[in-house]
Nanobody, 124 residues
Framework: VQLQASGGGLVQAGDSLRLSCVVS????????LAWFRQAPGKEREFVAA????????EYSDSVKGRFTISRDSARNMVALQMDTLIPEDTAVYYC??????????????????WGPGTLVTVSS
C-alpha cells in the first residue's frame, strides 16, 4: 500500500483547504484511513479517521466541527476538508492506512502505511 497526499499550502485564518490522499492497493474498500498532523516541535497527533466497515468517523476535539474526512472509493482517495482554519492548525499533515480488515483507531501505532506528508500553514 502506498499513499500520496496533496493539497497543502499557505492560507489565512478563517480560510478553507482540502487535502487529498491517493491510496494504492487492491483492498481500498476494506482499509480504514486516517489523517494525522505534526506541528513544529511537537509530536504527531491524530486528526480524523474513517472505518472501512461502517463508515464511522472520529475526530480530535481540536478539529471537530471544522474538519471532515471522506473517502471516494471510485478514485481510491481519502480527503480532509478543513474549514475555519486557525494558526494552530499549522502542521505537516499525513494520511495513513491500517492493514485491510481493521477498524479505525486514534492510535498512531495502529497504522501500518503512511504517506510522505503535506505542509499546511495558516497565517494569522
Amino acid at each position: 500500500v502506498q499513499l500520496q497526499a496533496s493539497g497543502g499550502g499557505l492560507v489565512q485564518a478563517g480560510d478553507s483547504l482540502r487535502l487529498s490522499c491517493v491510496v494504492s492497493g487492491r483492498a481500498f474498500t476494506r482499509t480504514s484511513l486516517a489523517w494525522f498532523r505534526q506541528a513544529p516541535g511537537k509530536e504527531r497527533e491524530f486528526v480524523a479517521a474513517e472505518s472501512w466497515n461502517d463508515g464511522r468517523t472520529e475526530y480530535s476535539d481540536s478539529v471537530k466541527g471544522r474538519f471532515t474526512i471522506s473517502r471516494d472509493s471510485a478514485r481510491n482517495m481519502v480527503a480532509l476538508q478543513m474549514d475555519t482554519l486557525i494558526p494552530e492548525d499549522t502542521a505537516v499533515y499525513y494520511c495513513a492506512a491500517r492493514k485491510p480488515g481493521y477498524k479505525s483507531t486514534t492510535y498512531i501505532s495502529g497504522y501500518s502505511y503512511w504517506g510522505p506528508g503535506t505542509l499546511v500553514t495558516v497565517s494569522s
